[in-house]
């Protein structure tokens, strides 16, 4: 059982090299914009080590710079991160009916859009301490990444550190334009949502809103006409 789970974790581990690699890149830029935020390196570090989401941490340090409540930071924070609720959910389907209750929790801390796709992936049960591999390699390169940035966002000339904060942006790019080229409807909603970005942050009938709270009226809205026009049709088994 030993050599086992030392080979499963070593399995993890080099499915993990190329994950943390990758987070070490965007979390850098994603310093950038911590430190832009006012945080220190530490501050910035610590919430990388807590929060294992680009998207969740990128809404945080916008909210951070935009001086919002702390009601808006939680209500943004779970709109971002719920998808890693149906991701735990469907990893649990995957362990085996004995695996303890920390077991599970600390994956489904640890559970990323990479980290679920190398493990859903797996075949047969999935064993924790395989996860268990892939994050000491993913979750170090996510914080290192973020300290790094902050740091470096005091040495780096202003022109890099503006080019590197427009990797992050990059990234998100690369998550909807993919769906955008294959549905018709994500596009148009796209194109909505940009539009009404602009008009609810230029309209002076909005104007005594804050930023965060624009966010989360535009998310609700556009996420509820979306779903009651375009549902999507569940697969029949047959």
Known sequence: ??????????TGVR??????????????????AAKN????????????ALINASAGEFVGFTLIAAQAGYLEVMIME???????????CSLTQKLAPSTGLMHRMLMGFYVTDEIFGVSIARPGELEPVYVYG?????APGWTLGTFLGVLMG??????????LSVALYGMFTVVFVPAAKENRVVACLIGISFAAS????????????????????????ISLAAAWLFPVEEKQDS
């Open 198 to 221: 602009f008009f609810f942050h230029r309209l002076p009938l909005f104007q005594e809103i804050s930023s965060g709270i624009k966010i989360i009226i535009l998310t609700v809205i």
């Open 37 to 48: 935020a006012g945080m220190t390196a530490f501050q910035a570090a610590l919430t990388s």
């Open 78 to 88: 779970a709109v971002a991160n719920a998808r890693y609720l149906l991701m735990s």
């Open 134 to 138: 892939v994050i000491s390699m993913a």
């Open 154 to 163: 005091n040495i780096l000339p202003l022109r890099l550190i503006s080019a």
């Open 1 to 10: 059982m030993r050599e086992t789970n030392r080979i499963l974790f070593r």
């Open 15 to 32: 499915d993990g090299i190329p994950i943390g690699l990758g987070y070490f890149a965007v979390s850098f830029t994603l310093g950038i």
